[in-house]
Nanobody, 121 residues
Framework: QVQLVESGGGLVQAGGSLRLSCEASGSIFSISAMAWYRQAPGKQRELVATTTSGGITNSADSVKGRFTISRDDAKNTVYLQMTSLKPEDTGVYYC???????????????WGQGTQVTVSS
């Protein structure tokens, strides 16, 4: 079984910073794309940032210049460094990964349980 476990959420004042981490564990042969999504109360889940196995990253316009996604493949971990946080960044942040559990199987999609980020004004 593969699990994604997020950490690093919390309460922060506007203008502050937080660093989210997400570690994949279990039966893992290789990891392709990894990403962070978020869902604000009453809104749909939206893509925040992505990173490929080749290290190519992309992020939503709303967080460009403020959030940075990175990954450590040796640790099966993806990070989201968030700076200059705004109240509208508040929401539950979810980790997502495309993982191949073993060499004989295809890639599957996995989600973490989510971590709450609250930015006060």
């Amino acid at each position: 079984q593969v699990q994604l476990v997020e950490s690093g959420g919390g309460l922060v004042q506007a203008g502050g910073s937080l660093r989210l981490s997400c570690e994949a564990s279990g039966s893992i042969f290789s990891i392709s794309a990894m990403a962070w999504y978020r869902q604000a109360p009453g809104k749909q889940r939206e893509l925040v940032a992505t990173t490929t196995s080749g290290g190519i990253t992309n992020s939503a316009d709303s967080v460009k210049g403020r959030f940075t996604i990175s990954r450590d493949d040796a640790k099966n971990t993806v990070y989201l460094q968030m700076t200059s946080l705004k109240p509208e960044d508040t929401g539950v942040y979810y980790c997502y990964a495309v993982i191949r559990p073993d060499s004989s199987r295809a890639y599957f999609h996995y989600w973490g349980q989510g971590t709450q980020v609250t930015v006060s004004s």
